[in-house]
C-alpha cells in the first residue's frame, strides 16, 4: 500500500493508458476524447480573466477555491486537441492542494509518457502556458 497523494494517483492512471496505448494515432484519439469530457463553462467565463495567454488556440481556465482546501480546475478550448490537453491536466491536478499541485513535476511526468514529444512546438508552447497558470493560481491560494 502507498502514500501516493490524490494527484500522483491520477497521473499513474494516466500513466498506463499512455502504455496500453502504443502509438501516437490512439493516444491523440484518446486525449480528443478525454476533452470531449470536459464540463462546459459559461459565456462569461470565457472571458479576458480566465483566459490563457500564449496559447494559439483560445483557452479558458477557471480555478476555484474549494472549502477542503483543494483547487477545482475548469477549462476548455476552441481547439479539440487543446481541450484534451486541458482535460490532460485537470484530471491529473483538479481536486488537489496547491501544496501537492506545487510539489508535482509536472515537465518530468509528461516527457515520460511522450506528450512533449508528440506536440509541436506552438501547441508544446501552450500546454506549458497552461501548466504554468495552474502553478500561478497555487501559488496565489
Known sequence: MTNATPLEEAANELREDFEFLTDWED??????????????????????????????????LVTENK????????????????SGLIALLLNIYSGNTPKDILAFDAQ??????????????QRSN????????????????
Open 27 to 60: 493516444r491523440y484519439a484518446h486525449i480528443i476524447d478525454l476533452g470531449k469530457s470536459l464540463e462546459p463553462l459559461s459565456d462569461a467565463e470565457m472571458n479576458d480573466t480566465n483566459k490563457v495567454l500564449g496559447c494559439a488556440s483560445q483557452v479558458w
Open 108 to 121: 518530468a511526468f509528461f516527457s515520460s509518457i511522450g506528450v512533449d514529444e508528440a506536440l509541436s512546438p
Open 126 to 141: 501552450g500546454f506549458k502556458s497552461m501548466l504554468n497558470r495552474i502553478r500561478s493560481d497555487a501559488e496565489a491560494v
Open 67 to 82: 472549502e477542503n482546501g483543494t483547487l477545482h480546475f475548469r477549462g476548455t478550448s476552441d481547439a479539440i486537441l487543446v
